[in-house]
């Protein structure tokens, strides 16, 4: 699957769920700025980043929005210090539809909420010599799932876990040595305010 | 060590980018070291190291045959991770007086490359690269160990050796350094 046919896929969908719900049921906007540390399973280590997303969510608990997040590293080697590395990055941009549970007024203030979809993931590398600079954009799924929790009326905030995860075939790869990497995927953890309009 | 302008790689991996990168900074290393053996094989003849010890003259013939090996296997690991070669651009080694001032640049070279390979191993992640490189380390160890011998020094003077970053390693060795498209 292309990356374009990743995100018409995703459009379809939004545009299917939105034709599905009387427009009187979007009940709120979501716009959450988040803080963000993901796992490269394959160093071992913790990378940080950012992002935002924005979600619709219906009376229903029906979701659909899209998210976009920078992790910074997150190709480089634990021993930074060996300054062989100029910069890497991957940047994820996806659309996803999911639950979440409804707005209480009267109990706790939590609103739990699942996800899935797809995207991109754009991978940078680069090193110091300048003999290698690669980019790639691959097309990628995710899922995840967190809570939000109302502090204000229009204010609160928002933590999430998610895996993304290429949908690139590993065998595409021109070359032997790295066929064995695999499709790349990575856990992300994010944590920020979320800001909530209408409902 | 000179920046080059950025060339596309045809590895579209990210994670190759360290492997890369490792690769032709060892190669780098190893052409400097390849270079010094040759200047010492053209420069002198085996009568000019007797006194050093019968065997001195082959042992050197064959670690001018193994950097020559280092090049040529660490060159094929770039090119089948599909990045750029990183290209010889040749030395600054002085003409040597006799075999001791050679013996004592070869020492300075050769800990420095030890170090350096200590250094970068714990970055790589592919495992045919890591076999490689170790294999490689482990002979510049003992060449390291043999010409410290030569030189009165302890074959190995220390329990353990010092990982250096790519930037110790270049201040050291930046006397022999040439950089790409500098006059010869």
Redesign the interface.
């Given at each position: 699957m292309s990356a374009y046919g990743s995100a018409r896929t995703l459009a379809a969908c939004v545009l299917a769920i939105a034709s599905l719900t009387p427009a009187a049921a979007w009940a709120q906007l979501h716009v959450d700025p988040v803080a963000s540390w993901t796992r490269n399973g394959d160093l071992g280590a913790w990378h940080p980043g950012g992002g935002a997303s924005i979600e619709w969510l219906s009376d229903r608990g029906i979701t659909a929005g899209g998210d976009v997040g920078y992790i910074a590293g997150f190709f480089d080697p634990p021993q930074g210090a060996l300054d062989l590395i100029e910069s890497t990055h991957v940047v994820t941009l996806s659309g996803q539809v999911g639950y979440a549970a409804p707005w209480r007024r009267e109990g706790p203030r939590l609103r739990p909420f699942v996800s899935a979809g797809v995207g991109v993931m754009r991978q940078h590398a680069r090193d110091r010599a300048g003999f290698i600079d690669v980019s790639r954009t691959d097309p990628a799924w995710n899922v995840g799932g967190g809570t939000r929790i109302q502090v204000r009326r229009y204010f609160g905030l928002k933590g999430e876990l998610r895996y993304f995860r290429s949908l690139r075939a590993p065998d595409e790869s021109p070359a032997e040595l790295t066929a064995g990497f695999g499709r790349l995927g990575f856990w992300r953890i994010s944590a920020g305010g979320t800001l909530r309009f209408g409902g | 060590?000179a920046?080059?302008?950025?060339?596309?790689?045809?590895?579209?991996?990210?994670?190759?980018?360290?492997?890369?990168?490792?690769l032709?900074?060892l190669l780098r290393l190893e052409y400097l070291q390849q270079a010094l053996y040759r200047r010492a094989l053209t420069r002198f003849s085996a009568g000019d190291f007797t006194p050093y010890g019968a065997s001195t003259w082959g042992t050197l013939l064959m670690f001018e045959e193994q950097e020559t090996t280092h090049v040529a296997t660490l060159r094929d690991?770039v090119e089948?991770?599909?990045?750029?070669v990183?290209p010889d651009c040749g030395d600054r080694f002085p003409r040597f007086r006799d075999p001791a001032a050679f013996l004592e640049t070869a020492l300075v070279v050769e800990n420095a490359v030890v170090s350096a390979y200590l250094?970068?191993t714990?970055?790589l992640?592919?495992p045919?690269?890591q076999t490689a490189v170790t294999s490689i380390a482990t002979v510049e160890a003992r060449h390291s160990a043999f010409v410290g011998f030569l030189n009165g020094v302890a074959p190995a003077p220390a329990a353990a050796d010092t990982p250096r970053?790519?930037?110790e390693v270049a201040q050291l060795l930046a006397p022999y350094f040439r950089s790409c498209g500098e006059a010869s």
């Open positions: - | 060590m920046a080059m302008a950025p060339v596309p790689a045809r590895a579209q991996d990210p994670r190759a980018v360290v492997e890369v990168a490792v032709n900074y690991f089948r991770l599909g990045a750029p990183q250094g970068v714990p970055m992640r592919l045919q690269v970053a790519r930037a």
